[in-house]
Structure formats: C-alpha cells, structure tokens
C-alpha cells in the first residue's frame, strides 16, 4: 500500500501563529512517531504514540507542542504561539509492531518556516 | 543517556569503489535495533539495513552490508560497487524500544 504521508509539505508561518502538521501513518502500522530535524542535523525524537496512547512525549521542547492520534491512526502535531527556532522539518514515522522489534518507515517531511 | 555519533560529517567515493561509514553508540540495554537510513536531496528518509543487536551475523542487502561488533557497540556501514546513485547523506540510528537516537550523519558523495 501507500507509504507514509504528511501535510503539508512545506508551511510558512508568521510568528506567533499556530501550526497544525498532517501525518498519514501506513494503514495498520501500530507506531507512530514525530522527529525535528534541524538543517544539516540528525532527527531529533519528539514523541511516539501505540495506537492512539502517547506513551513518550519526553522529546517535546516546550508545551506549545501539542501531538494527539485520537483514533490510533492519523496523527497532528500542533505548534501553538510558532517561534523562529521552531524552522526545521518535521519527520513522521510508523512501524507496524512496538518500538524495538521493527523498522520505522518515514513520511517526506514538513518543512516548516517560521519568519 | 543513549548517543549515536558519526564521526565522518562527509566522504567521497569514487564510482564502482567501496566505501565504509563508522557509526559508534552507546546504551545500556541488551536488545535494540541498529539501523542505516539514506536521505536524498528530496528529503525522504529511506531504510537502507537494520540489525537486530541479538543476531551475531551482519546484516547485508545486495551491496550494502554492516560490521556489527557489539561489545566495541560499532556499526559501520560498506557500500560495495559505490553507485552514483548512492549520493545522499546517510544516518545511523538505534531504537531500543524505549530510545530512539539518531546520528549527526555522514554526507557521502560518489564522484563519476
């Protein structure tokens, strides 16, 4: 089937502006996970989901970084109040089993530009 | 904590030539999956090989395989027959069920 897909790929936000970014996980895949990857850097982990329980939100940088996944497939990442260090890309992936039994399949990313 | 470190921020290769890129991790736990991904320019992160840390034997996919040594907790990367293809930035993680760490990256170009 399809890969994993997110929305949209590339947003432009003014600061202070609220983000919502789309994450489309591979139909059945368990795990779901949200990374940053700043430029010319690795990704970073933000938070990761088993079905629709958030079980590790310990990456997040701050509270204005919300993630939810109500209906254990499609994922948002919400950026409240956007500030300039929050540019970056954001990286979507799902597994189809638990964290450390399986491989993590990623979406293209959101490009994220917070003027 | 669990880092991931790639000491090679960029390396080239010669078309058709062999090439190895060094990962080094540390965790404590016993069982964890090692993992290289390639990043083109477009972005898309794409699985190049796993390891699983239980199995001794190195992971190989057609021309890519790994040198898994597990009590030195290094995880490099060989690219064989290096094809231009290939060029992209390449990054070394690890997930532990628990943690979920990736490298810094190694940019590897092959040059025709």
């Known amino acids: 089937g399809a890969g994993v897909s997110q929305s949209p790929r590339y947003k432009v936000a003014k600061r202070g502006q609220d983000v919502a970014l789309r994450c489309d996980p591979i139909s059945g895949h368990v795990s779901l996970f949200w990374y940053q990857q700043a430029l010319g850097q690795g990704p970073e982990f933000l938070t990761y989901?088993?079905?629709?329980?958030?079980?590790?939100k310990s990456g997040l940088p701050s509270d204005r970084f919300f993630a939810e996944r109500p209906e254990g497939s499609v994922s948002t990442l919400k950026i409240q109040r956007t500030q300039q260090e929050d540019s970056a890309v954001y990286l979507c992936?799902?597994?189809?089993?638990?964290?450390?039994?399986?491989?993590?399949?990623f979406g293209p990313g959101t490009r994220l530009t917070v003027l | 904590a669990q880092t991931v470190t790639q000491s090679q921020p960029e390396m080239s290769v010669q078309e058709a030539e062999t090439v190895t890129l060094s990962c080094t991790y540390d965790?404590?736990?016993?069982?964890?999956?090692l993992f290289w991904y390639k990043q083109p320019p477009s972005r898309q992160m794409i699985l190049v090989i796993r390891q699983e840390a239980y199995k001794q034997q190195n992971a190989t996919e057609n021309r890519f395989s790994v040198n898994f040594q597990k009590a030195a907790k290094s995880f490099s990367l060989k690219i064989s027959d290096s094809q231009l293809g290939d060029t992209a930035m390449y990054f070394c993680a690890s997930d532990t069920g628990n943690q979920f760490y990736f490298g810094t990256g190694t940019s590897l170009t092959v040059i025709p």
């Open positions: 965790t404590s736990e016993n069982n964890y999956y």
């Open positions: 989901f088993q079905n629709e329980a958030q079980l590790d």
């Open positions: 992936a799902s597994s189809p089993s638990w964290p450390g039994t399986d491989t993590q399949y």
